[in-house]
């Protein structure tokens, strides 16, 4: 019994650094795809014109490395292109467009993006989520919660919309 517990413990080491070196490599992997993606996106757009899909793609992976003036920059170029982009595309923009605001501490530029994303796309949760977020951080209680409402009417098990409304309206009423 004395010879075996080494050699169960040293296999038990053994596979959990094996597990790790796996996980390592495939987070290597990801990451040198995603840095690929951005230098070859970010070659492209700086030589020719792109299209809106690519200004957004690279502007959310400037939003993941939270350079969010950049991710402005790409964004308002990209719906400068107009017509050819399908509403709810457009509106996903927008909603890009408010988080990069809101993360720069700018919330009513991103109060009126999400806005503009919730007019194209009247059911899109996240820019809901996000603009009751904002009212919230602007102190808009009573918005923030008819906003949150609203969310719930649309996914009722929307858990961060029941929550916060909840949380909202205990607030409102020990405040009163």
């Known amino acids: 019994m004395n010879e075996v517990l080494p050699i169960v413990y040293l296999s038990g080491i053994v596979i959990f650094l094996g597990g790790l070196a796996i996980f390592l490599l495939l987070q290597i ?4 795809r995603t840095e690929n993606r951005f230098y070859k996106l970010q070659e492209k757009l700086q030589k020719e014109k792109g299209t809106a899909q690519e ?3 690279l502007a959310s992976l400037y939003l993941d490395k939270k350079l969010y003036v950049q991710a ?3 964004l308002q170029k990209g719906l400068k292109m107009g017509g ?9 923009m927008y909603n890009a467009l408010g988080f990069a605001y809101f993360s720069q501490e700018q919330v009513d530029l991103a109060i009126r993006n999400y806005k503009d994303a919730i007019k194209l796309y009247p059911d899109y949760v996240i820019a809901l989520n996000n603009l009751a977020n904002a ?8 918005q ?3 906003t949150y409402e609203q969310t719930l009417k649309i ?10 409304a909840e949380l909202l309206k205990k607030r409102l009423v020990s405040s009163q």
Do not use: C, G, H, S
């Open 55 to 57: 200004y957004y793609e």
């Open 135 to 142: 009212y919230e951080k602007k102190q808009l209680i009573a």
């Open 155 to 164: 996914d009722e098990n929307n858990k961060v919309a029941n929550r916060r």
């Open 144 to 146: 923030a919660i008819e």
């Open 72 to 74: 402005v920059n790409l």
């Open 84 to 92: 050819k982009i399908e509403p709810e595309n457009k509106a996903l």
């Open 29 to 32: 992997i990801k990451t040198r």
